[in-house]
């Protein structure tokens, strides 16, 4: 039984599943729109919009905590650019929209992740 064992494995051990979802993150927060499969945008869903309330805060503990987790270039973005964006906004930074076109080569379940 799966009790208390929450978030999906994507096929990797802990170290390089956390790596992937940062990558993939990072990703989300320099394009701003993503294509992916479903069970990768419902997991890094909650991991980006924790980077934007860090970001919201507008302070400098918050920007190190972002460049300790994300790449420079994506901290950044996230701190001057997005985040100022949402200010008055209490949560729900992202929104998942499913694609009715699956994979071709796996028939895996697509969607688009991107900032409200």
Do not use: C, W
Not at 75 to 80: E, I, Q, S
């Amino acid at each position: 039984m799966r009790h208390l064992n929450k978030g999906r494995k994507l096929g990797l051990k802990r170290g390089p599943r956390k790596a992937f979802l940062r990558i993939l993150a990072a990703n989300l927060i320099q394009k701003e729109k993503i294509t992916t499969t479903e069970g990768r945008a419902k997991e890094i869903r909650p991991i980006v919009e924790r980077f934007v309330s860090y970001g919201k805060k507008q302070n400098l503990a918050a920007l190190r905590t972002l460049t300790q987790k994300l790449p420079k270039a994506a901290a950044y973005k996230m701190y001057h650019e997005i985040a100022p964006r949402y200010r008055e906004r209490k949560g729900g930074y992202t929104r998942i929209v499913k694609v009715a076109k699956r994979r071709t080569h796996d028939a895996s379940k697509m969607a688009i992740i991107e900032f409200v």
